[in-house]
């Protein structure tokens, strides 16, 4: 049995959102946006730990969450770096040994599946690491910063990546190790393992998987969660 952890980070500032409340604790339907991404691994069998990342004014009030939402298999709650890639480093260090497989997650995606989750961890584990994402939409285009258009790849090799990103601990550790040392900082974690040579791969996952990030997201978690209860009340 592969052993999994979770490095949930929500140490960001949300200023994208422009709320005076970092957005991952806008509250939907009465709750934190953060504490459904904290529900969804509480209820996966195949997860054994969550290490919870957030602002430092934030622990006292996340590890409220923890008790009041009985989310008994967060392990830590830790203040997070001025990076997003710091956070996860922070996160990283606080995981249990003998953790197998770390999937990394951002806390302002409250609607990634158990399912998507899973196979993303198998995946991590199975390859060295995995990234969920979905085939691109819309036509994409390289622009200077004149205006002019440059390039336009294909979009048949255009996905965009999202989280879960689950990593083989040791290689996970080993590339913030060499990104620390490099003075790197990438916007994702799997970028850290690319640079090293190390294969990623993508588990296709789903467009509902939205990262929380300004207003108009809002009006869309509204309307997923709305179609999860349903679901759940139909189930
Ligand atoms: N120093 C940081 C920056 C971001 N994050 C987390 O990384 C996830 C994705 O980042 P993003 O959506 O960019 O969040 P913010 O940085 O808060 O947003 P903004 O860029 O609009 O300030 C979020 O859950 C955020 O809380 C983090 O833990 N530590
Ligand atoms: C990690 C990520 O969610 C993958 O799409 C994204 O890169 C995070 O970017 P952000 O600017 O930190 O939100």
Redesign the pocket.
């Known amino acids: 049995m592969i052993r999994c952890g979770v490095v949930v ?9 422009g709320t005076s409340e ?3 604790f806008l509250q939907l339907r009465g709750k934190p946006i953060l504490v459904y991404t904290l529900e969804l691994f509480q209820r996966m069998p195949l997860v054994e730990s969550i290490v919870l ?2 602002g430092a004014d934030e622990i006292a009030r996340c590890e409220a969450y923890v008790r009041d939402y009985s989310l008994a298999k967060v392990c830590a709650v830790v203040a ?5 890639q ?3 480093r922070i996160g990283m260090d606080k995981l249990p040994a003998g953790i197998d497989v770390a999937a990394v997650h ?4 409250p609607f990634v599946t158990e399912a998507e989750a899973e196979r993303c961890l198998h995946k991590g584990y199975e390859a060295g690491g995995a990234v969920l994402a979905v085939p691109v939409k819309d036509t994409i285009k390289v622009v200077g910063s004149s205006g002019r258009i440059e390039s336009t790849p294909d979009r048949k090799s255009l996905w965009a990546v999202q989280t879960p990103q689950a990593f083989r601990l040791d290689l996970l550790r080993e590339a913030h190790r060499q990104a620390e040392r490099d003075g790197f900082v990438g916007t994702d974690d799997a970028m850290l393992l690319e640079r090293l040579g190390h294969e990623v791969y993508v588990v296709e996952g789903a467009y509902t998987n939205i ?3 300004t207003p108009d997201d809002l009006i869309w978690a509204e309307r997923l969660l709305q179609q999860q209860m349903e679901r759940t009340d139909r189930s």
């Open positions: 980070v929500a140490a960001g500032r949300g200023t994208r959102m970092s957005k991952q990342v957030t997070g770096g001025s990076e997003r710091h956070s996860v951002d806390g302002v995606r990262k929380i990030t």
